[in-house]
């Protein structure tokens, strides 16, 4: 009875912190294993289920399994009980996708979780699991002396390590992947050069024959080495913190490296979980040739693998990946379609227009559209929507309209698309189109839907009732009875985030409805270059078991849609945004990599760092430092292959600072050479993201006493109507600008006529250039327009 006290206790401390944890956590995002209070429907599948049937007996499994065998040593126990946790989460998420590459890489999310869960069943089991007997078991000395007889062979230390290093490589997977990791961080990825990869590996095997020397002396058999391969893991992901740190700008005014550090351990934490079995099992074979003194087969098995490690960084390349398809590179281009002339394009990592010329996309969003919920009756949700407004953005030097529209609007019964509804988005096009403007059609939501709190429900201590804002149609929102209840704010509700689950799972053909609507959508405007592009969904949410939502299942929604998009004739350009993570942390994962073929996509996150995010709201030191976001989301387009483009920006409110952190913004735009879309050009005074207050607030203001204009934020349109490039012959190498002066370098490979430069201002900028010909300044609403013909390499500088 005593061998199973230890285990009993275990057990039963984690049984009772999974139930206080669901009762306590409101949202159940931050529980083990949560409950939102939306019921699971069989007709949704497996997925409502996987927490309870898959996670929880896996859990307890594998608990009562290390308690037995690693039970005697609380650190030892503690990583048993974190291995338990990683592996319970990859079997919940394998069953959720059927995919082990996705599964296994999403356990990392956890850890956060894990590891206090972890220390408190870990101590549980000590103080009440009984009287404990240690027992030491002998292992090999790490450095052995050549012609002496140690008491273990080497082999049972070097072989598992060096093969578990050589197995990294080729089943890399997503690990390692994301913004974290920057240049000249090892990881053990093909496709980060063969030099990345031999130093990580170098560092997996140091670290599991350390860990193993330390581990099995106190672990026996199997279990040994795989708990020394997840200390392992988390060892290398110690150093590429260090490594992150030293090569990312440190503390630069932020916490990044320590969020980097963060998950660079997670990541390493998980690899071990997942793949240690490995280092456990060849452990045993080492020691059964040990046993037999088998030692010139131990040192032939020794060199053997140490060739195969080689062997792999060099193959793996062209190795399919362990994942989805692609994800160890960029999938390659789609080529079966021929974008018109005329038509925006994605060109390598910038916007070209096809015809030579970079084109860099500045302006702002438009919610005029919008179907809001409407908070106060008889105050209007939205401002009307005229060409004036166009006419106004335009005198501003901007070329850009990213436009929001509202699928509860646009397809309020299912099937059909709203005709009248369809004229306001082509009216709005054909303004566009006179004033010379792109326009990038969103389709927005926030929060989901357009319903608040439903009268009497209860909601959950920690939560509080809340406003709608707009989104989906009521028809395609399955909320499975969760509360309509805010935790921190509007994108953490148990029924938003049980809406964007049965989204991102398609249940009841949600998901496949919204393709087709895009599918539509497209087909009107497939012949309209005015259309820059399409964004497919604003901001979306983390539903309830991120990352198989926000990024494997996020992406294979983008594949989906772009099928459609491209069935439908449609050429244009395709914004993918990352989830919600981004705007309220500074950073994200993103869609997988590889989630499609097509190329003409661009990666548009929303950089609000310093803004909207988490930290500033809750009153945290900035998690993400305003100039760190633009790399960090330059890194993760890379690796898409994609050009970035930020689709919202600013929202800096009331702060007194505002001018000071715009300035900042713009001028590491410029840095950058990125263009984007600010947030807001208007704002109703009964817009539920306005709030009520004295004003409603954007660039043009209103004035919610009378309910007509207010004073316009000439503050912020003297930022950012400051000069810049609209299109450059070749790229734009350097920029800088301030008003109307700006500092312009670029290069081009052949001829173009193509330069056309912003200038604001009533007074003829005067013009200084290298290497341009035909240079001229145009006088147009409210500044000029300077262009001119180029090859090779040049500059403008105007004052």
């Known amino acids: 009875m ?29 529980a083990l294993v949560g409950w939102s209070g939306a019921l699971p429907s069989v007709s949704a599948g497996m997925w409502p289920f996987a927490s309870y049937a898959v996670f929880v007996p896996v859990l307890l499994g594998v608990i009562w399994w290390v308690t037995l065998r690693a039970g005697g040593r609380f650190w030892t126990l503690t990583a048993g009980v974190v291995l338990a946790v990683l592996l319970a989460q990859a079997s919940a998420c394998l069953v959720m996708t059927w995919n082990l590459g996705v599964a296994t890489w999403a356990a990392g ?60 490589p080729l089943v890399a997977g997503l690990w390692w992947t994301g913004a974290v990791y920057a240049p000249g961080v090892p990881a053990a990825r093909p496709d980060r050069g063969a030099v990345s990869v031999l130093v990580a590996m170098l560092l997996i095997a140091v670290a599991t024959a350390l860990c193993l020397r330390w581990m099995r002396s106190r672990v026996p058999g199997v279990l040994g080495g795989w708990l020394a391969a997840l200390v392992a893991g988390g060892a290398v992901g110690l150093v590429q913190a260090v490594v992150i740190f030293a090569v990312d700008g440190g503390l ?20 071990g979980a997942c793949v240690g079995w490995v280092v456990g099992v060849t452990a045993i074979v080492a ?38 398809a692609g994800a160890a590179s960029a999938a390659p281009a789609s080529t079966s379609r021929t974008i018109p002339s005329g038509f925006l394009r994605a060109d390598g990592r910038v ?45 501003h030097g901007f070329n850009v309209v990213r436009l929001g529209l509202s699928w509860s609007a646009l397809e309020p019964r299912r099937g059909s698309l709203d005709t009248a509804y369809l004229d306001q988005i082509t009216e709005a096009v054909g303004w566009a189109k006179q004033h010379g403007i792109y326009i990038v059609l969103d389709m927005h939501q926030d929060g989901w839907w357009k319903a608040a709190t439903d009268a009497g429900t209860a909601c959950r201590p920690g939560t509080d009732s809340m406003w709608g804002y707009d989104g989906a149609p009521t028809w395609a929102t399955i909320t499975d009875g969760a509360p309509r209840c805010q935790f921190t704010g509007r994108d953490i509700s148990p029924a938003g985030d049980r809406a964007f689950q049965n989204f991102y799972f398609d249940t009841a053909g949600v998901q496949s409805a919204l393709v087709d609507t895009w599918g539509k959508l497209a087909a009107v405007f497939r012949d309209e270059p005015t259309v820059a592009g399409y964004d497919l969904l604003n901001e979306p949410g983390f539903g309830e078991t991120a990352p198989v939502t926000t990024s494997f299942l996020l992406g294979r ?24 993570f981004w705007s309220g942390l500074g950073f994200d994962s993103g869609p997988t990599r590889g989630f499609t073929r097509d190329r003409n996509i661009v990666f548009s996150p929303h950089l609000y760092a310093e803004s909207i995010t988490m930290d500033r709201s809750l009153g945290l030191p900035t998690i993400v430092g305003m ?47 990125l263009g984007s879309a600010y947030w807001v050009w208007k704002q109703a005074c009964g817009d539920p993201q306005n709030g009520i207050g004295p004003t409603g607030n954007g660039l043009m203001t209103q004035d ?8 316009p934020r000439n503050d912020l349109l003297q930022l950012l109507s400051r000069a810049y490039p609209r299109s450059s012959p070749g790229v734009v190498t350097i920029l800088a600008s301030a008003g109307p002066s700006v500092v312009l370098a670029g290069s081009a490979k052949q001829q173009s006529c193509g330069l056309d430069v912003w200038v604001p201002g009533t007074a003829e900028p005067t013009l200084h250039s290298t290497g341009l010909t035909n240079v001229e300044a145009a006088a147009v609403p409210g500044g000029w327009r300077v262009t001119g013909c180029a090859s090779g390499r040049y500059t403008l500088t105007t004052s």
Do not use: H
Not at 147 to 165: D, E, K, T
Not at 252 to 271: R, V
Not at 358 to 386: C, E, K, M, S, W
Not at 639 to 654: F, N
């Open 252 to 271: 630069n005014g932020d916490l990044w490296p320590l969020m980097a550090a963060y998950i660079a351990i997670a990541d390493g934490l998980t690899f």
């Open 2 to 30: 005593k061998s199973v006290r230890r285990p009993v206790v275990a057990l039963s401390t984690t049984l009772a912190l999974l139930v206080i944890q669901a009762v306590v956590d409101p949202t159940g995002l931050l």
């Open 704 to 711: 919610c006493a009378t309910g007509g204009d207010g004073e």
């Open 627 to 673: 100039e760190r976001q633009f790399a960090l989301a330059q890194r993760v387009a890379d690796e898409y292959g994609a050009p970035l483009w930020s689709g919202e920006y600013g929202y800096w409110g009331d702060q007194k600072d505002v001018d000071a952190r715009l300035a900042r913004y713009a001028k590491t735009e410029d840095a950058n050479r």
């Open 109 to 168: 999310y956890v850890v956060a979780k894990a590891i206090p869960a972890a220390l408190i069943v870990a101590a549980f089991a000590r103080w009440f699991g009984g009287p404990t007997t240690r027992r030491s078991f002998a292992v090999g000395s790490l450095w052995p002396r050549f012609g002496a007889q140690p008491q273990a062979a080497s082999g049972s230390l070097w072989v598992p390590a060096v093969i578990f290093a050589a197995v990294a």
């Open 557 to 580: 929604f983008y594949d989906r849609a772009i099928g459609a998009i491209r069935d439908s004739g449609a050429p244009q350009i395709v914004f993918v945004e990352p989830s919600i």
């Open 351 to 395: 916007i070209g227009d096809g015809a030579g010329n970079q084109v860099l996309l500045r302006g702002v969003n438009v919610n005029q559209l919008l179907d809001f919920y409407q908070p106060r009756p008889g105050v209007a949700a939205t401002r009307p929507l005229t060409e004036g407004d166009f006419s106004g953005i335009a005198a």
């Open 287 to 324: 020691d059964r040739i040990r046993d037999k003194r088998w030692t010139r087969v131990s040192q032939v098995a020794t060199a053997s693998v140490a060739v195969v490690a080689v062997v792999a960084v060099i193959l793996a390349p062209g190795l399919p990946a362990w994942g989805p």
